[in-house]
């Protein structure tokens, strides 16, 4: 008898999270992959479908200015069936395609290496419109590490030891850090965003259990097939309510306001677009193709014209 994740989303085995090692973002995906579900251009950006053609980063896209959804793994697609299915894919070909999206992202990013790859890449750029960053969850994971891992600009994946439970701080520190942090390095994309004459949007990604409290029966069955592998409900069950989510949020639009950079709690968004039984989350983090298509379908209302 196949697993619920086997006869659901068989094409996730395609998904191995192997990265590259790469000098001052840490770990990058590989440039020039070709899988089943995802394609990579030269330097290692997922390509986008639009309305034009295919467009990414590194090595092609329709004439003209673009715009950019930047992020970690839920801006790459990962539960995507395939490219055409990721977020910036359905913006551009879909809800909102009158200028090209670029999916400028990479996986398992904190907020810290999301803003080091815009510095890093921006010469490969032609001019840009709009830049959504669709970002927050992976700094409020790593608040959980010890204090010695985050040095001056916050932990990152893979960087030391997960520590004994009784050392985790609360929720609300955990806010706290992952909030100043979110802040701090947005002000650094707004100084971009202003260099460039960039629209910034600011957007903290849906995590399943901040979007409802009960999940879909699919997402059920998945979620309880991952919690029997892998210790995220051990690790994460802290963060992971609805209440948790919504002070994060609150936290966060402060932080925007204060910024002057607009904000947008898609987990409230997603919730209110959505119904109780529809299947969106492949995991707690990443969504299934319906899931990708209401986030861009709320982007798109939400943003308005470039």
């Known amino acids: 008898m196949k697993s619920p994740r086997a006869e659901l989303v068989p094409h996730m085995e395609h998904y191995t999270f192997v ?17 089943p579900v995802y394609s990579t251009d030269s330097c290692g950006f997922r390509v986008t479908h639009t309305a034009d053609g295919p467009a990414t980063v ?22 995507a069936s395939g490219d055409h299915a990721t977020v910036s ?5 879909h809800h909102a395609p009158g200028l090209p999206w670029l999916n400028f992202s990479g996986q398992s990013l904190n907020s810290a290496q999301e803003l080091m790859l815009l510095t890093l890449f921006q010469h490969l750029l032609p001019e840009v419109a709009e830049i959504v ?7 409020l994971v790593l608040s959980r590490l010890p204090a010695a891992q985050h040095g001056r600009h916050g932990a990152f994946f893979e960087c030391g030891p ?7 701080p609360g929720p609300a520190e955990r806010i706290a850090h992952a909030t100043g942090l979110t802040v701090r390095h947005l002000g650094g994309w707004k100084l971009l965003a202003r260099a460039l004459g960039a629209r ?14 009960e999940p879909a029966p699919q997402e059920k069955a998945l979620f309880d ?36 950079v607009p904000f947008l709690d898609m987990n409230e968004a997603l919730g209110a677009a959505t119904g109780p039984a529809d299947w969106l989350f492949v995991d707690r983090v990443h969504c299934v193709d319906a899931g990708y298509d209401a986030i861009a379908r709320v982007l798109a209302d939400r943003l308005g014209p470039a």
């Not at 960053?133 to 700094?139: A, D, H, M, T």
């Not at 910034?200 to 409290?213: G, I, K, M, N, Y």
């Open 19 to 35: 990265l590259e090692d790469q000098p001052y973002i840490g770990f990058f995906q590989y440039g020039n992959e070709r899988t």
């Open 58 to 79: 590194a090595d092609g896209r329709p004439p003209g200015p673009v715009r950019l959804l930047a992020g970690s793994s839920a801006v790459f697609g990962v539960g």
């Open 89 to 93: 894919s359905r913006l551009g070909s």
């Open 133 to 139: 960053l669709f970002s927050g969850v992976n700094n």
């Open 162 to 168: 997960a520590p004994d439970a009784s050392a985790v």
């Open 200 to 213: 910034l949007t600011f957007v903290l990604q849906p995590l399943a259990p901040w979007v409802r409290e």
């Open 225 to 260: 097939e991952l919690d029997d592998v892998s210790n995220w409900r051990r690790l994460h069950n802290d963060i992971a309510s609805m209440d948790v989510g919504r002070a994060y949020a609150a936290a966060l639009r402060e932080g925007c306001a204060a910024l002057e």
